[in-house]
């Protein structure tokens, strides 16, 4: 019953985690609304979404310390990157169908550029995390990750020329959010207070400008904020209650928990008809989660601490395990993105695939967890290398 309570609390922690990344979406959106769709969505929307994954690792490393507070940031990450990499798309794709949009926007210049860019860029990234995560860790390998997200944007931002068709669907972005606009001055304040709507209720008698959407960004990040600190309390407590190693309690509840701004912000994308937006965001989360949301807390806890290192893995199962699971991140990239830009696939069967995929990941944490057999010798012939060996 504790255990259900715990799962309850988690639950409201986390509408309330996705209503105000709405609002930090929404405002940061407002700013970078100039930006052509797929560079949008994978920078602004995919930095507002991925916001709870950068706070749940800052505060897993404050509270839960070297091996487990990393254990448990780590968790967050990678459990949110195949989330993000497989449920969104999926969600997506099963929006386009009922919302009866034809195919041919999964398949346009703009999104498959888009989808070809981010994914190079995430498969480098995973590339990266497999060669940067080490069981002792310096602060130069959190500001490598770092450095690769901002060479990610740079590429992005630096980008001239872009198509004529590109332009104009921002410019209809910007004429939707200001039907959005007059739609929710007519809720009342009650109603929005209830939704967490912090920018209706900043918009509702004034039009949203510069300073208000930072007003809108700071309320917005101190709630999403102290959601995601209350989330990393009881996903340990959880994990102490059904003895369960943190990193699994991250890979699926926290990770669950802090994407689906993710989920519902590429779904919203897709209902307009945003194709290379809702899948950017999706991508370009997991850059953003892999390289920034993970490696800011590394250098900064690393350049605040006493010992100068961040002594990420003390056993050598975690460390086996931490390794798998990266070498599956990149496996699921590969046969996620051909599932997404073979055209022979309708809809259905590439958001089914997608699907089995990510069941196919639970059944391995799953695994984890029960200690099958065919999984501990993998976690054996890991924990046999030369790195393992300095480990207990």
């Known amino acids: ?40 969505g994978a920078t602004i929307n995919a930095i507002g979404s991925s916001m709870p994954e950068l706070l749940t690792t800052i505060f897993f490393l404050s509270i839960a310390g070297n091996e487990e507070g990393f254990a448990g ?38 999104t498959q550029k888009s989808l070809w860019r981010d994914v190079i860029f995430l498969l480098a990234a995973q590339g990266l995390l497999l060669i940067l995560v080490k069981p002792t860790m310096y602060w130069w390998n959190g500001l490598l990750l770092m450095l690769f997200y901002g060479l990610y944007l740079w590429f992005l ?27 929710t001055k007519e809720r009342s304040i009650l109603s929005n207070i209830v939704r967490l709507d912090i920018y209706s209720l900043f918009t509702q008698k004034k039009a949203i400008d510069v300073i208000r959407a930072w007003m809108i960004l700071a309320i917005a990040l101190l709630l999403m904020g102290t959601s995601c600190l209350f989330l990393v309390y009881l996903c340990e407590e959880l994990g102490a209650l059904l003895n369960i190693p943190i990193i699994v309690i991250a890979l699926v509840i926290a990770a669950s928990a802090t994407s689906v701004p993710d989920l519902f912000i590429s779904v919203r994308d897709a209902k307009k008809g945003n194709t290379a937006d809702a899948l950017s965001n999706a991508l370009g989360s997991n850059i953003f989660d892999l390289c920034f949301a993970l490696g800011l807390p590394m250098f900064l806890y690393i350049l605040f601490s006493d010992q100068g290192v961040l002594n990420a893995f003390e056993h050598k199962e975690e460390w086996a395990f931490s390794v798998m699971l990266r070498w599956v991140m990149i496996i699921l990239t590969l046969p996620a993105f051909l599932v997404l830009i073979i055209p022979k696939l309708n809809i259905k069967q590439k958001s089914s695939l997608l699907l089995i995929l990510y ?34």
Do not use: C
Request: zero cysteines.
């Open 359 to 392: 069941s196919l990941f639970v059944f391995l944490v799953f695994s984890y967890v029960k200690e099958f057999d065919v999984l501990q010798q993998i976690l054996q012939e890991i924990m046999a290398t030369d790195v393992a060996q300095g480990l207990l």
């Open 73 to 110: 940031g780590f968790g967050t990450m990678v459990g949110s990157a195949i989330f993000n990499l497989l449920v969104i798309p999926s969600a997506v794709l099963i929006t386009m169908m009922y919302t009866k949009q034809k195919t041919d926007t999964l398949y346009s210049p703009s």
């Open 1 to 40: 019953m504790v255990a259900l309570g715990y799962l309850f609390i988690i639950v409201i922690l986390s509408y309330v985690i996705w209503a105000t990344s709405e609002s930090f979406e929404q405002a940061s959106s407002y700013l970078g609304r100039n930006m052509a769709p797929g560079v949008r």
């Open 157 to 183: 931002l630096g980008r001239k020329g872009q198509r004529q068709d590109e332009m104009n669907q921002a410019i209809a972005n910007i004429e939707e959010e200001k039907v959005h606009d007059i739609e």
